[in-house]
């Protein structure tokens, strides 16, 4: 710590800080445009000009490090000329077109144009204009008004990974671009919004829709990754009806989490709240045809269907799925009742087939470490995990410390689009995967000195490679993203990468998806423990489970299972088959009309007050926006009217503060150790087989987003396609760009094939959670391939 | 590197040599070395492939080559003639008399600033200041040689000897 | 006793009525200063605040962006404005409503905008017969502007200059 003095007053600052770095620290504000705390320092937009005695010049404040007792005018008549100054050039060539500018009243350059700059200019002449930049369905550019801070440049190279774009030409004439003109790829690419100082970048779905003014804003959690970002809803309202409308999402600041940054997926979702197909009043099916209802019938209904279904089978023939967006408070209720009338059958892990060692792990799933402390790893390992397009935020905070010297490794179905670069990397289907994994823990056991618990394969060089980073490392984290815990040998991963942890030292985590399935499970949403986390003696049908001994009734919470679950094709046709479907969900969807008997309208995440608990196991609240929209009302309401009208005690409840108290209460469980099973010989694996793999796009991961417009215009072909590499397509004689016919047990889709060579041989990728995929077969298992004859 | 991405060996070895003189994960000083040869092999100007070419080869993203050979004002991306003229047009020149350069060359050659003849010989461009103001007005032939104290007899014994030269090169 | 003589000579000549009567006298006898409204009116500054209206430019295109910078300073809130990219990717209003029971005329408005889009013309003879006319829609403000454009002209060229 060194003393400088600031505008007379000594404090006490960083030595190495720049001076923008200490003012900030002790809330003296300096003016900028291209200085932005998280991003590299570039000097060139030189708002932040102050005085330094005994320098003869102003010195931009963002690139002049402190040092000792250094003396500092902020607001001196020499800074302030020179601000003055510099806002003059800015504003040469920039268009006063601020009625029409959606940045306008939220725009830094208006805000400093009128605390530090002067109503008159020395320039009189033309100012320049500047093509649009076309950058796809999100971010609309209006180049004219870019003043050149760089901001976008840097963010898109230091954060995002991705170099898109790119400053060209040079002094007058100098401008951001493109190389050749395309969509951006980035799924960060809203950020890009934020940080530009004036309306050069704006958003495209909320463009021209309304004023920074006039909105309100509602503090909230985004709703599609486990991660929790916080982040701001701003609402507005119109005709004066008791509904909100969200108009936009910005990023709320939350250092331990997700920084200043949030996905294009929290970001643009809320398109989605007000879809056509969004449920706004309660629907009963008679005969066939769907009617209509007020909450009093359609409630009485369920109720009794319900309880006479289980009055003559008993609670057993009930079983209960919940879907990621449901909150802690809802998910308690729901176990609750489930529980209340009988039924053991509950569960929320809908992107999970193997459940073998369910009964050893810990009780919801958690990181192993906190978020933030991806920053300061020497080595991370990603096993099974596509974290570009399932938590791009963490992209955010790995694509950084690469530069300080974080090494990546990854074990991988495919070769994952990274954006950032991989040190070494395994890419085999799922069998050879399990057998690398085998034969790196056996490989890192034998230099530990210890005796090998597993006997594997010969590892191959990369595993070699891999062994010995993680060998080398100090601070290391390992983390099983989505495709490892869908696999069906999800349980040998686990087991595997947590000896593997123990072996080397690191941290051993999962990374498993939708906003809330931490906390469902940490609710007790599953089916072989309550919800104060004791383990049932006797576990009651999981997922899988529930779909191989169908149920006579079941009641689904915010999910669509044609499109959210990995064994579609069964789940469909098992809810096609039973006597009673209840959805309590925020969309509608024709398979919905076709295997529901009730739907029930509840609210969307905005819409609902509740608690998230993410990946780190920190519950977050949130408050709802809005009151819901139509006859919407929030799930946690409706189940516990729905619990009133079964006659079930303990459900008087009589608000959300009520149910949470209760659930602090109930479900005070210590972190109990998880030991799960050592791994001795590995699963039977099958041969020449072709695997599926089954991620399901950014865009599509839920019923919120997969209705959200733009987004759905980011799908890249490849997206949209089954994926085999080039020798996979020549042994089925494929070609690419020919439709071809993908079939597994019953079920059957066409899909255009593309030959992508990122895609090991033994495995085609089709996605899941698209429209022509919906209600596919089951992801992570055998398909067949032949030519479409159409 | 035994990949040239496309590039000719010349250009990947001269790429090489300037990647060598930088410290070792400094390999984008090589871009304009590498530009300048790639635009010299190709008759003068760059393609998008050449630059992809180049930012393969040395592991950049297309757009970082691009910044650098739309910054450079040697760098053409459209094709231009045999000889390019750079005419400096900044302050000392314009105060020796560049404007009178400039007209004659634009009569003389029928074309305007920026533009190329038909025969494919010329291409004229107007620059700033190339550091010969002590014997302005001058230009600048194919970003290599100069030509000072220019007065319109001594532009028509230029032309007329790159004429000559081309004509014998042929 | 002289006293006495002028208040009876005073009383008998009816005196202090003729004095009343002068007054009446006088202003019977000077110019006329009542208005036959609305045969007739007084005259009204270029600056009166009227009826709204909302202007076009002379290709016919309007004026208003949709800034909703009146919409803000309206101290009435009566002004509502919805806003949405026009097929052509202008900024354009889907909805321009002035409930003109809350307006209170002040003006502020057409001061706050940036396009002269919303005025006030001089035209105070309007009335409303039902209800729900009291909201001025777009059309029908667009409406007015056309109507009264050639004086609004007028005025604002008057102005020129002076403020």
Partial sequence: MIDIQINGQTYQVLEGASIIEAADEHGIYIPRFCYHKKLSVAANCRMCLVEVANMKKPMPACSTPVSPDMVIFTQSEKALEAQRSVMEFLLINHPLDCPVCDQGGACELQDLSIGFG?????????????????????????????????????????????????????????????????????????????????????????????????????????????????????????????????????????????????????????????????????????????????????????????????????????????????????????????????????????????????????????????????????????????????????????????????????????????????????????????????????????????????????????????????????????????????????????????????????????LPYGANTVGLQYVGCVPHRQADGMALAEPGLDIVGMMEQPRRAYVLCQLEPESDVLQAAKTLKTLDEAALVICLTAFESDAMRQYADIMLPVAPPSETSGQFMNIEGSIQSFQAVTVPHGDARPAWKVLRVLANFLKLDHFEYRSLEAVRNDLSVVCESEDSVCELPILKTLPSLKENELIRLAPWPMVRSDALVRRASSLQKTLRAEQVSALVNAAVASTHGLSDGSQVKARQGDSEIEITLRVDDRIPDQCVMIPSGLSISAGFGSAEQAVTLEKSNA | MSDTHGLSQSTASVIDVWIKKFPEGKARSAVLAGLKAAQDENGGHLTNEIMENIAAYIGLPAIEVFEVASFYDMCEFKPIGRYKLSVCTNVSCMLCGSHAIVDHLEKRLGVKMGETTQDGMFTLRDVECLAACINAPMLQVNDRELYEKLTPESVDVLLDRLIAEAKSGE | MWNQLKKWVKKLTLWELLKGLRVTLKYGASKDITLQYPEEETPRSNRFRGMLALRRYPNGEERCIACKLCEAVCPACAITIESEVRDDGTRRTTRYDIDVFKCINCGLCEEACPVDSIVLTDEMHYALYNRGENIFTKEKLLMIGDLYESKIAEHREIDRGTC
């Avoid at chain 1, 060209?168 to 395309?182: A, C, N, P, Q």
């Avoid at chain 1, 599609?224 to 600041?253: A, F």
């Avoid at chain 1, 694509?399 to 991989?422: K, Q």
Wanted: include cysteine.
């Fill in chain 1, 118 to 510: 002067c109503s008159e200019s020395d320039f009189g002449g033309d100012k320049r204009a500047v093509d649009k930049l076309e950058l796809g369905p999100l971010l609309q550019t209006y180049m004219t008004r870019c003043i050149q801070c760089t901001r976008c440049i840097r963010f898109s190279r230091e954060l995002g990974g991705l170099s898109e774009l790119g400053m060209i030409d040079r002094g007058g004439g100098e401008k951001v671009s493109t190389y050749v003109e395309r969509d951006l790829q980035s799924e960060l690419s809203g950020n890009m919004i934020d940080v530009c100082p004036v309306g050069a970048l704006t958003a495209k779905p909320s463009r021209f829709a309304g004023r920074s003014w006039e909105y309100v804003e509602h503090e909230g959690v985004a709703a599609h990754d486990c991660l929790g970002s916080n982040m701001y809803w701003h609402s507005s309202q119109h005709d004066n009806v008791e509904t909100r409308e969200v108009m936009r999402v910005v990023p709320k600041e939350n250092e331990s989490i997700n920084e200043c940054w949030i996905s294009d997926r929290d970001r643009f979702s809320f398109e989605g709240l007000t879809h056509e197909s969004r449920l706004l009043s309660p629907m009963v099916k008679h005969n066939g045809t769907w009617k209509e209802a007020s909450w009093e019938a359609a409630l009485s209904e369920c109720a009794d269907k319900l309880g006479s279904l289980i009055d003559s089978n008993g609670g057993d023939c009930l079983g209960v799925l919940a879907g990621p967006q449901t909150t802690m408070e809802e998910g308690f209720l729901l176990q609750k009742l489930t529980r209340a009338l009988g039924s053991k059958h509950i569960d929320s892990r809908l992107r999970e087939q193997d459940f073998s060692d369910q009964a050893c792990r810990l009780p919801s799933p958690r990181l192993g470490c906190q978020i933030a402390d991806l920053d300061s790893l020497d080595t991370l390992f990603f096993f099974g995990c596509d974290v570009r397009t399932q938590h791009p935020v963490l992209t955010t905070r790995i694509n950084p410390s690469i530069e300080e010297g974080l090494s990546v490794c990854a074990m991988n179905p495919m070769d994952y689009a990274y954006t950032f670069p991989l040190t070494e990397q395994v890419v085999a289907g799922p069998s050879a995967l399990l057998q690398q994994l085998a034969a790196l823990v056996a490989l890192v056991a034998k230099e530990k000195g210890e005796s090998a618990v597993i006997s594997a394969e010969k590892p191959s060089a990369q595993t070699q490679a891999i062994a010995k980073r993680l060998l080398n490392s100090e601070k290391i984290a390992l983390l099983m993203g989505e495709h490892a815990l869908a696999s069906t040998h999800a349980s040998a991963f686990r087991s595997l990468l947590s000896q593997l942890a123990t072996l080397v030292g690191a941290s051993f985590g999962e």
